[in-house]
C-alpha cells in the first residue's frame, strides 16, 4: 500500500480501538458491543479491495487481540478480520468508482456483523472457549446487526470518503492511473463520439466561412 493508504488506515484503526475501549464498551448495552473497529475495517476495504482489506484486517484485529482488557488469546479476532476484510474488499468495483446506492454497504455490514460474530465464536470453540454458549448466539448475532447497522451510516460513509480522498491526493504516488483509465474509457465509449462530431462540425464551418469570404472578395477583384 502507499504511504498515506497506510498512515489513514492506522490512525483511523487507533482511533476506532480507543473510542470501541474507552465508550463502545462501557455502555452496558444487552449482548454484543458496537463494532466500530470492524467498520473502519469494511469502509476502508471497500474502497482499497481485498488485498488491502485483508492487511488492514489482520493489523487492526491483531491490535484489538493486544489492547486491554482482552481476555482472549492474541491472534483470535485478527483472524477474523482478516477474513472479514478481503471479502468485504471484493465488494469494491472493478472500475474503482464508488458504490451508487448505499444498499450494498448495508448489507455488507450486516453480513460483517454476521459472519464476524460466528468466525468468532467458531474460532474460541476450536481453542475450548464456551462463552458465546452461555451468553447465548442467537441473541449476540441479533444485536450485533442491529448495533453495526445502526452506527454504520455515521461512520462508514465517513471511512470510505476520507480513504477515496487521500487515494486521490495529487502528491501520492502513482496517482491517478485509475482515474485516468476510467476517464479515457468513458471517453473513447461515450463522449469521444460526440466530441469527434463537434469539431468536424466546427472544421466544416471553418471552411464554409473561408470559402465566403474567398467568394466576396474575388467578387470585388471582378468588380
Not at 460466528?118 to 442467537?138: F, P
Not at 464554409?208 to 467578387?219: D, H, M, P, Q, V
Request: charged content about 15%; some cysteine.
Amino acid at each position: 500500500m502507499r504511504f498515506n493508504r497506510m498512515l489513514l488506515s492506522t490512525t483511523l484503526v487507533v482511533v476506532a480501538l480507543v473510542v470501541q475501549v474507552t465508550v463502545l464498551a462501557r455502555l452496558q448495552l444487552p449482548g454484543a458491543v458496537p463494532d466500530l473497529l470492524l467498520l473502519t475495517v469494511l469502509g476502508l476495504a471497500m474502497v482499497y479491495g481485498h488485498v488491502a482489506g485483508a492487511f488492514i484486517g489482520f493489523g487492526a484485529g491483531l491490535l484489538a487481540d493486544l489492547a486491554p482488557p482482552a481476555d482472549h488469546a492474541a491472534g483470535r479476532y485478527a483472524l477474523v478480520l482478516c477474513v472479514i476484510g478481503y471479502l468485504a474488499g471484493l465488494v469494491r468495483p472493478e472500475n474503482g468508482q464508488p458504490l451508487r446506492s448505499a444498499a450494498g454497504p448495508m448489507l455488507v455490514v450486516v453480513a460483517a456483523a454476521v459472519g464476524s460474530t460466528l468466525l468468532y465464536a467458531g474460532v474460541g470453540a476450536l481453542v475450548g472457549d464456551t462463552a458465546a454458549r452461555h451468553v447465548g448466539l442467537g441473541g449476540l448475532l441479533f444485536t450485533a446487526a442491529v448495533y453495526d447497522l445502526l452506527l454504520a451510516p455515521f461512520t462508514v460513509p465517513l471511512i470510505m470518503w476520507l480513504a477515496r480522498r487521500s487515494d486521490n491526493d495529487p502528491l501520492a504516488e502513482g496517482q491517478g492511473s485509475t482515474g485516468s483509465d476510467v476517464a479515457s474509457g468513458w471517453l473513447s465509449s461515450g463522449t469521444g463520439l460526440r466530441i469527434g462530431a463537434q469539431r468536424s462540425g466546427l472544421r466544416i464551418k471553418a471552411a464554409r466561412t473561408r470559402a465566403s469570404r474567398a467568394g466576396r472578395i474575388k467578387g470585388v477583384k471582378r468588380l
